[in-house]
Every structure is written in structure tokens, then in C-alpha cells.
Nanobody, 117 residues
Framework: QVQLVESGGGLVQPGGSLRLSCRTS????????MAWYRQAPGKQRELFVR???????QYVDYVQGRFTASRDFAGNTIDLKMSNLKPDATAVYYC???????????WGQGTQVTVSS
């Protein structure tokens, strides 16, 4: 059974930094795409950043260089480094993985990020 587990969320003051991590288990044939989605209060879940199996990155436009995603292809993990955080970054951040061969996708349970003074 494939599982994704996020960690690293929490409460941070504006201007602060956080690093989210997503660890996988139960993956047998590799992962095609990994991504971070986020869901802000009262809004729909949206793609934040995706890293494909080729290493190409797709960021949502408003990230503006303050957020950097990295993927460990051997370990099937993905991290998200967030800096200079603003209150509008407050959301639940979800890890996503699309498996090779089967094209079945999986989600983590989400980790809460709250940016507030």
C-alpha cells in the first residue's frame, strides 16, 4: 500500500521560513510526477508546484521565487522550502504522487501551514 506522509508544517511569523517534506512508502515501480498542492481556507485545492520524472518544474505563477521544490528521485521524496512567508500562504499543503506504469495517484493527509503574527 502506497503512503505519502507530509511533515514540517506549523505556525510561523510573517517573513519566516518553513521546509515541508513528503516521504513515501510502498512504492514498487517508481513515481512519474510528484507535486505539492495547497488548499487555503474557503478555497479549492490548487496545484502549487509539480516536478516530473524528467526533473522539470512547474510552479504556480504567484510563487515569485520565494518557494523552492526539490525532489529525490532515488528516495521518492519531495520537499518544499518556503521563505519570506506571508499570511496568504496559510493553507493545508498536500503531497501528491502519480505512479509509473499504473498512472494511479496518491495523496498525503496534508500538513497545516499558518503564517501569522
Amino acid at each position: 500500500q502506497v503512503q505519502l506522509v507530509e511533515s514540517g508544517g506549523g505556525l510561523v511569523q510573517p517573513g519566516g521560513s518553513l521546509r515541508l517534506s513528503c516521504r513515501t512508502s510502498g512504492v514498487r515501480f517508481g513515481i512519474k510526477d510528484m507535486a505539492w498542492y495547497r488548499q487555503a481556507p474557503g478555497k479549492q485545492r490548487e496545484l502549487f508546484v509539480r516536478i516530473s520524472y524528467t526533473g522539470s518544474r512547474q510552479y504556480v505563477d504567484y510563487v515569485q521565487g520565494r518557494f523552492t521544490a526539490s525532489r529525490d528521485f532515488a528516495g521518492n521524496t519531495i520537499d518544499l522550502k518556503m521563505s519570506n512567508l506571508k499570511p496568504d500562504a496559510t493553507a493545508v499543503y498536500y503531497c501528491y504522487a502519480l505512479l509509473r506504469n499504473s498512472d494511479v495517484d496518491y495523496w498525503g493527509q496534508g500538513t497545516q501551514v499558518t503564517v501569522s503574527s
